[in-house]
């Protein structure tokens, strides 16, 4: 392999951990104002 291989694959392999950690980042923050909303409509329950 030379280098431009290595750069290629790594490029790849950079771009599937930030596209993971932005799905990751996206679903807790979607439950978490889920819960928000959860908390807000218990508290006016009350």
């Known amino acids: 392999m030379h280098a431009g291989e290595v750069v290629y694959h790594y ?3 950079q771009s599937l951990v930030c ?3 932005h799905v990751c ?3 807790f923050f979607l439950y978490e104002s889920h819960l928000d909303k959860e908390m807000q ?3 006016q329950e009350n």
């Open 25 to 27: 980042c996206t679903q």
């Open 19 to 21: 596209y993971y950690f």
């Open 11 to 13: 490029l790849k392999f």
């Open 41 to 43: 409509q218990k508290s």
